[in-house]
């Protein structure tokens, strides 16, 4: 009989160690978890191998199915690339803003909603949750309910918090108290597990999206910083420097794990970026520094594919 593992959704096997879905023959009995979640579960890290799977092969099989999608999308992690994956997916769908509890408190929820409906065009409902804080979890299974989602594919970034909110769920509105794995580790979840909640409503989790960018995780309130940089100033913000050709106000959005502050030996600058006033430099996988002025600047160690402009969302 073949057995899935319950943590991660691949099949379990007992024959090649160090391999997705491995797991001694003599645990293989009692166990619903493989080794890799188990690692993930217990230590937080994993020695088994990680190939995830592609975008468009997780898009083709949610659109074939023809059922319905919620899609995570967390504060900083809201850029086009994104968001294209959101518009591919040909069901009817929502965007949740997930990890609420984290974020800044200058920036409104409403208005972070609204900016999202308008800047980038989407025509679906868009929501918040926090599954860590039980916030906006009734209204999101409510909503399932009105709208008539009853299978429901949970999609969006690897880390966007998916398995996390599946948890949740389970928690609040089903007796069976099996959890998926859920970790600071990219991938987590390896293939589609359906959770049946109750006789109407079930869940799929999945695999996340995995895009080019720097893959920073945060699971505490993100940080708003705020600096004065004066022209030929460089600010150093972890690896990455950036040089200010003119007088700028910028305010920082980052992960609190990030490093910044102002940096006083050259670099070596390899591409400029003009931006208007009131625009956001997205950094994918970590963060967005909103330019509060028409500015100039050059960048280092970072390559451009990381890099969008957008009109800030403070506007
Ligand atoms: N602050 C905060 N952190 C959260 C929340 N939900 C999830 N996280 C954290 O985000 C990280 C990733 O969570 P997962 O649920 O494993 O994410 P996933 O989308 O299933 O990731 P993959 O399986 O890799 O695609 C974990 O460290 C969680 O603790 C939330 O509501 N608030
Ligand atoms: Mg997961």
Known sequence: MIKICYGCGVKLQSEKEGKEGYIPLNKIENSSYCKRCFQLMH????????????????????????????????????????????????????????????????????????????????????????????????????????????????????????????????????INKNTITTSKVPNTTREFIRVKIDDYLTLIDTPGFVINSLNYLYEKKINEKIFQMKKSEILKIDNLFLKFHEDTNINLYLPTVVNVKKHFKEENFNESIEIEKDTDLVIKGLGFICFKNKSNISISNISKDLIELRKSVLK
């Open 43 to 174: 230590y937080g890290k994993t020695t088994i191998e990680d190939v995830p799977k592609e975008n468009k092969t997780i898009i083709s099989a949610v659109n074939n199915a023809k059922e319905s999608a919620v899609f995570l999308i967390d504060f900083l992690n809201i850029n086009n690339e994104v968001i294209n994956l959101f518009k591919q997916i040909k069901c009817p769908k929502v965007l949740v803003i997930s990890k609420i509890d984290a974020l800044p408190f200058t920036i409104k929820q409403n208005n972070l909603i609204n900016f999202i409906k308008e800047y980038y065009e989407i025509k679906d409902d868009v929501k918040v949750v926090s599954s860590n804080k039980n916030i906006g979890l009734d209204s999101l299974f409510n909503y399932l309910y009105d709208k008539n989602f009853k299978t429901v594919y949970i999609l969006g970034l690897s880390n966007s918090g998916k398995s996390t909110l599946i948890n949740k769920i389970i928690k609040n509105y089903n």
